[in-house]
């Protein structure tokens, strides 16, 4: 036996670690109860979303959502709100054994999250879309009450998150919308204080008109210039006949002269500088009209918005409160540890040989 123990000291060091490993998994480690609960992120669809080729190369915004989810349960912030409502520290610091323990309740936070991570468990399961939560306790009420809480904090996490965000676009676009309102009214104002100037209402319309009597002035000019050539065909120029039909001529004339002058000048508040003018404040005031109605269409679609991106977390498998302890995995742990270290003695015992076998 002692030739055995010099000779082969790894396998003894080996069956001595496994027995000792046995021994604190079947006899020293402390129960551990397991509460899980299966959730999925729900939010009100007001419309259909549109699917498209770059949604499903991305992922869809839900399996966004659960792992921001994820992330939030497993975060300091979470472990501190655990802290405030069950006091983690004490829990986990009076029971368990010495190597389970949180073995000193002062630790620090990054120790401490260390710790928060050996015993819970987030896990996403990416097929069915659903989040999977696991906490491990040594007492079954803490275990289920912890599980109730993560539940809680991290529904009301996305819905804080998704509110903040619609909330401050809806502020922005309510203040681009007074500013656009704003501009609105003036553009308006300067409209209507021109018209009163002017003392017309559209001088864009008041041109075609006078266009229209211009064109109908030379149409009657060329009639009436047709009718003096026919009558000097037989009459002269002295004929009352032929004076009329002149001084009809002459009249329209006049009258067609005149009518272009309204319409352009060298100098003078013109018809045409006047409808250039209107136009480009009528413009303005179109644009500014248009832009406000976009303002307020994209602040109704953000209100709607908003209202989706309310999160709610659907229970699939509600907090389960175990009747029984289910951890640790004593059997396994040890059957894994055992193969672990015999393949470890093997691999030294291999290796004691060859050394032997090149010293010969």
Do not use: C
Request: hydrophobic share 40%.
């Amino acid at each position: 036996m002692k030739g055995f123990i010099k000779s082969q000291p790894h396998w003894v060091v080996a069956i001595m670690a496994i027995v000792f490993v046995s021994t604190y998994w079947f006899l020293w480690a402390e129960n551990r109860y397991l509460s899980r609960a299966t959730v999925v992120l729900e939010n009100p669809q007001i419309a259909q979303p549109d699917i498209s080729f770059s949604s499903i190369l991305t992922g869809t915004s839900g399996d966004k959502d659960l792992l921001l989810l994820r992330e939030h349960l497993l975060s300091v912030d979470m472990l501190k709100r655990v802290q405030e409502d069950l006091d983690f520290r004490r829990h986990y610091s009076e029971y368990g054994d010495f190597f389970a323990r949180l073995r000193d309740p002062e630790a620090p936070i990054e120790d401490l999250h260390k710790y928060y991570l050996r015993r819970v468990e987030v896990e996403m399961d990416e097929y069915a879309g659903v989040l999977n939560i696991q906490v491990q306790a040594y007492t079954a009420e803490f275990a289920h009450r912890m599980v109730q809480l993560l539940l809680e904090t991290g529904e009301a996490h996305m819905n804080q998150m998704g509110q903040r965000l619609a909330e401050e676009q809806v502020a922005f676009l309510e203040q681009q919308l007074q500013r656009l309102d704003g501009r609105l009214d003036e553009a308006r104002a300067e409209l209507l204080t021109f018209q009163n100037k002017e003392g017309l209402v559209s001088p864009t319309s008041t041109v075609e008109s006078i266009n229209q009597v211009v064109a109908t002035l030379e149409g009657e000019l060329a009639r009436v210039q047709a009718q003096r050539k026919a009558l000097s065909s037989y009459q002269s120029a002295q004929s009352s006949e032929m004076r009329r039909v002149q001084a009809e001529i002459e009249a329209l004339r006049e009258q067609i002269e005149k009518q272009r002058d309204r319409l352009a000048q060298a100098t003078g508040e013109s018809l045409n500088r006047i409808s250039s003018q209107y136009e480009t404040l009528e413009l303005k005031a179109q644009f500014a009209q248009e832009t406000y109605s976009s303002a307020l269409g994209a602040l109704e679609n953000t209100r709607l918005e908003a209202a989706r991106k309310l999160k709610q977390v659907s229970v699939l498998q509600s907090p389960l409160f175990p009747d029984y302890p289910s951890k640790p995995d004593r059997l396994y742990n040890t059957a894994v540890f055992a193969i672990v270290t015999l393949f470890l003695a093997l691999i030294a015992s291999m290796l004691v040989l060859i050394i032997r076998d090149h010293r010969d």
